[in-house]
């Protein structure tokens, strides 16, 4: 009976939380709550951002990587030893091919073909897209460099992409 009657008396004795301390804690608890709903919101947003910059930049890359495959497989015949152009013509021996990169819609960069002495036609979908902006530089005789300036939708910022290509095949006029 003793600890009966000692355990009532504590639990009389025992303030419990005010009203003034049941509201600060809500208030708390609201203000963390916002807080990282805001953070987890901002995040959410970002995600398809950085999702379509990620696309552009894979296609891009794609693009570009199939462009130096065939230079490197190519002879070239333009543009000239120092000088820079939004194009380049190359002759594909193994394919007997006429090839011509061409960026200078300024958009997109298209793969035009034919056979020797034929029309260049464009490929249907464009190598690569989202093209602000390219050149071809023939810094060596021997040496392509290609450069292209990306515009990723609704970013102030452009990526630039560049790579170079030692010619293999051939002289290279």
């Known amino acids: 009976m003793a600890i009966r009657s000692r355990l009532r ?24 709550f916002l807080a990282v ?10 995600q398809d951002d950085i999702g379509n910059r990620v696309e552009i930049l ?18 070239v015949s333009a543009p000239g030893a120092g000088a820079t152009s939004e194009w380049v013509d190359l002759y594909l021996p193994n394919n007997n091919e ?6 200078s819609e300024g ?9 020797p002495g034929g029309t260049l036609a464009p490929s249907h979908d464009p190598l690569i897209a989202n093209v602000e902006g ?16 990306l515009d990723i939708p609704d970013r102030d910022q452009a990526i630039v992409l560049t790579d170079g290509v030692h010619l293999r095949n051939g002289q290279g006029t």
């Open 9 to 32: 008396r504590r639990l009389c004795t025992e303030a419990g939380f005010g009203l003034i301390e049941l509201m600060v804690a809500i208030v708390m608890t609201m203000v963390v």
């Open 37 to 46: 709903s805001n953070w987890w919101g901002i995040s959410y947003r970002n």
């Open 58 to 75: 894979a296609e891009a890359r794609a693009g570009l990587e199939y462009m130096t495959r065939e230079l490197r497989q190519a002879q």
């Open 98 to 103: 006429l090839v011509r990169f061409d960026c």
């Open 107 to 115: 958009t997109e960069c298209r793969r035009l073909a034919a056979p």
């Open 134 to 149: 390219a050149s071809f530089n023939r810094a060596e005789f021997r040496y392509i460099e290609i450069e292209l300036v």
